[in-house]
């Protein structure tokens, strides 16, 4: 089934897209897809900032206790550098909660952290299984599965993000390279590995939340402790995804935003693939 509609006469009629006669329209994600995109935005906010809460109460990597000041935790040791080297931080008034003071809900605060990272963690599953949904419902699966050609491409994609910062500031050409899908090889290998990552996070979740209950969980993760560092560094593949992701969103033209929003793109001069296709 074909998503693009040819345009102009039939779209006015509506006067739902202001267009422009020989402008293509292609109908980009799903409505579901689109609500449970931006819903993961506040869920896994909340469940980063509650999680370095739950870890500051027993971090995982910790050291033999400092004879002076007795800390163990090496966040603690990084806030402890950070104001003793970086100019105006001399006379924070405490250097061992700094990290936790600023991408956490704060130290001290492993109550209300638990509850909201539960609540997070719920909801979190609950959109990830609408997600899925909506990507069957709208046909967006089939832009994800994998391509002859994906790795030839991902390089290319790669060599034009890295040459794009240079090529900027000199004013020099350094064109896109084409494709005619909603994805590029780059995107796809990102958006897949994203319902991996959230796949590993609830069941590590569980792991430690049922260490118990759930010792077979727990057993296949290397245990409880070692499931809590798949845990944590699992936290790090959403924040390392999350960064370029919104750098390249805001670098690319407004239609990539727009087509997450109103869930539509305009394209001009070249033809759209079929959602089929895509």
Known sequence: MNHSIPLANELNATGTLPVQPGVLV????????????WLNVPLLLGLILSGISIYWASPIYQHKPDPHTGNFDVAADVGIWTCAHVPGLH???????RIYNHISLGPGMLAIALRLHWLCAYLFMLNGTVYVA???????????????????????????????????PRRRKWPHPRFNTKYNALQRAAYVSLPVAGFFSVATGWAIHKPMQLYWLAALFGGFDAA????????????????????????DPWDTLRSMIAGWSTRLGRPVVSADEQ
């Not at 292609?26 to 995109?37: G, K």
């Open 91 to 97: 006379h924070y008034s405490s250097p061992p909660d």
């Open 26 to 37: 292609a109908r980009r994600h799903h409505l579901v897809v689109r609500w449970s995109h």
């Open 228 to 251: 809590r560092v798949w845990h944590f560094w699992l936290m790090w593949v959403y924040v390392l995804f999350a960064v370029p992701h919104v750098i390249l969103v805001f670098a």
């Open 134 to 168: 909506g990507l069957v419902m709208g046909g967006g699966w089939r832009s994800l599965l994998p391509r002859r050609m994906d790795l030839f491409d991902a390089l290319r994609m790669l060599r034009y993000y890295l040459g794009v910062p240079f090529a900027r």
